[in-house]
């Protein structure tokens, strides 16, 4: 699986952002599939994820009530829409595909990630 992450950039705060992360294969529609991010000198942390049928959603409490994640199955595609951003959302986001079917919040549980999409927010 190859997944092609799209839509990063810099936007002032309070300001949106959408990502894209297209899949290749035919087996997108069983993974479970989720984004994370990685700030300068810090670890990759999880922001969300979904499950293969978009029926299950997980998000991290910072990121809850502001990101929404979704899917598309027909376009092998999942997306983060980003709104009232702030600068400690700057990082570089990655998303990831698990094939097992359950949500998982830790780096270890994904089976093939993206390449990193760089988002500044300025103050």
């Known amino acids: 699986v190859q997944l092609q992450a799209s839509g990063g950039g810099l936007v002032q705060a309070g300001g949106s952002l959408r990502f894209s992360c297209a899949a290749s294969?035919?087996?997108?529609?069983?993974?479970?599939m989720g984004w994370f991010r990685q700030a300068p000198g810090k670890e990759r942390e999880f922001v969300a994820a979904?499950?293969?049928?978009?029926?299950?959603?997980a998000y991290a409490a910072s990121v809850k009530g502001r990101f929404t994640i979704s899917r598309d199955n027909a376009k092998n595609t999942v997306y983060l829409q980003m709104n009232s951003l702030k600068p400690e959302d700057t990082a570089v986001y990655y998303c990831?595909?698990?094939?097992?079917?359950?949500?998982?919040?830790?780096?270890?549980?994904?089976?093939?990630w993206g390449q990193g999409t760089q988002v500044t927010v300025s103050s």
């Open positions: 990831a595909a698990r094939t097992a079917q359950t949500l998982e919040s830790i780096v270890g549980g994904y089976d093939y």
């Open positions: 979904i499950n293969w049928s978009g029926g299950r959603i």
């Open positions: 294969g035919r087996a997108f529609s069983s993974y479970a």
